[in-house]
């Protein structure tokens, strides 16, 4: 079988999800994978001797379509909406039928944006797809309503739609998706791999918490700052530590200024999962505080609380899209409303008190996502879907 994997972004071991399935889609015999990345240029992560090809359908002709936008926004009714996308689709089928020369099979397809862009090209070339969404492609990205229109038309076409939550089959559903299209197949982890350090070792260093990922609206680094401000009240010597970088990156400093607490929060920038990991050893307590961004943007299932998990770490974070799904409230962390930073602060406060409490979340946390989250399975799943 000749699969071939779509992205709009180049192969990054930094989008774990994506990296760990064309990993294992690779090495399974009878299927010959070749990832089709949407960037024209740029550094793939290729430990693996990922067979790839940069097609530049998802960034080819940016400054055109955003011109067509603006002069269709000139003319009104909606007309550079419709005016932007088309040019972008035909620009990608340009792309993809310039530089994809190999027979295909099949197409995986990662986010609904890719999809619509790609849409037409597999129709004509009668390549059945399945596709993969994972939060922004259907949440932020249909306030833009010639996207919401070609995205039911991709809704029609594609033979399977996968999500990785219950949250998102529910949101496809409201969309307009049929139900028997879609199949909700979580992220997997290889929790076999991940060592977690014996609490006893980890409580000989200071009450801490930790937090992984990209400081955007969504994640919301600001309502974790201001929590853990308040953390700081009650328990003078703990410690923050944030790895990742990103766009709120010069207000989270702005802030730890504004409220001299430099001394007690550290920030890492971004780093691979193998350097991260061990960090993550050293700490009480994981917590993220996600929310619905002010442009609608959503989480996915969000994968690096689960990696917390799976280091035995107990998790407090907001009851927003998938997370609710593996932070089971008062069993394996702590769940609270979305903004609500000084409820975030008591959960955090009552577990770094309770260091025995936090080792049985931690621990109750590792199983769940152990049977949640099994890597073999979700595998398994993805290729019976392709077979069929």
Do not use: C
Not at 18 to 33: C, H, P, T
Not at 166 to 190: F, H, P, Q, S, T
Not at 225 to 243: C, E, G, K, Q, R
């Amino acid at each position: 079988m000749n699969l071939g994997y779509f992205s709009h972004t180049n192969f990054s071991v930094s989008e774990t999800f994506i990296y760990d399935l064309v990993n294992d889609l690779s090495k399974v015999r009878d299927i010959n994978l070749i990832y089709y990345s949407g960037r024209r240029r740029g550094k793939i992560d290729n430990d693996f001797n990922l067979n790839y090809k940069l097609t530049g359908y998802s960034d080819t002709g940016e400054t055109l379509s955003y011109l067509v936008y603006k002069i269709g926004q000139v003319f009104g009714s909606g007309r550079g909406f419709r005016w932007k996308s088309f040019t972008q689709r035909k620009l990608a089928n340009y792309s993809v039928n310039k530089n994809v020369r190999l027979k295909l099979d099949l197409a995986y397809v990662d986010y609904a944006n890719s999809a619509v862009l790609l849409r037409e090209y597999f129709e004509e070339n009668n390549i059945p797809y399945v596709v993969h969404v994972h939060g922004y492609d259907i949440t932020s990205s249909v306030n833009d309503p010639a996207y919401l229109e070609q995205l039911g038309y991709v809704f029609n076409s594609a033979k399977y739609l996968i999500a990785a939550s219950d949250y998102m089959r529910r949101l496809l559903l409201l969309l307009g998706a049929k139900d028997e299209k879609i199949r909700v197949i979580r992220y997997g982890i290889d929790v076999k791999s991940i060592t977690p350090m014996d609490w006893q070792s980890r409580l000989k260093f200071k009450p801490s918490v930790i937090f992984l990922g990209r400081l955007t609206a969504k994640k919301h680094p600001i309502a974790l700052l201001y929590a853990f401000n308040l953390v700081l009240l009650s328990i003078p010597d703990a410690i923050l530590t944030i790895i990742g970088d990103g766009p709120l990156m010069p207000e989270l400093k702005k802030r730890i200024l504004d409220l001299n607490i430099k001394d007690s929060v550290f920030l890492l920038g971004s780093l691979k999962r193998t350097d991260s990991f061990p960090i993550l050893n050293k700490h009480w307590v994981y917590a993220q505080h996600s929310v619905t961004a002010p442009n609608g943007d959503q989480e996915g299932y969000a994968i690096s609380p689960a990696e917390a998990a799976a280091h035995e770490l107990p998790v407090v974070s907001t009851i927003h899209n998938g997370i609710n799904e593996h932070v089971q409230d008062g069993i394996t962390g702590y769940l609270v409303p979305e903004f609500d930073f000084e409820k975030m602060a008591e959960r955090i406060i009552h577990l770094l008190r309770n260091p025995q409490l936090a080792e049985r979340m931690g621990k109750a946390g590792r199983i769940n996502i152990q049977l949640m989250n099994n890597r073999e399975s979700r595998l398994s799943q993805i290729i019976a879907l392709l077979l069929q």
